[in-house]
């Protein structure tokens, strides 16, 4: 992620404060939040649901 894409997104994101006092910390936590979104598998379906459905009084 390139300087330009991480300060439009902390402007964005209500961290313009911290941008500007500690513009390493935010361009270490767009990193790793880039890295965690590479991670996740996407679904073919998208009528799937990632964990079964709530039910009432099933788990009592």
């Known amino acids: ?3 330009a894409t991480i300060e439009m997104l902390a402007r964005r994101a209500g961290l313009a404060k911290a941008l500007a006092e500690f513009p390493e910390d ?3 936590a767009a990193r790793q939040a880039e890295s965690a979104v590479a991670k996740v ?3 073919d379906d998208p ?11 099933s788990g009592l």
């Open 26 to 28: 935010v361009a270490v």
């Open 47 to 57: 009528r799937a649901e990632p964990w079964p459905p709530m039910r009432a009084g």
């Open 41 to 43: 598998k996407k679904c």
């Open 1 to 3: 992620m390139d300087k």
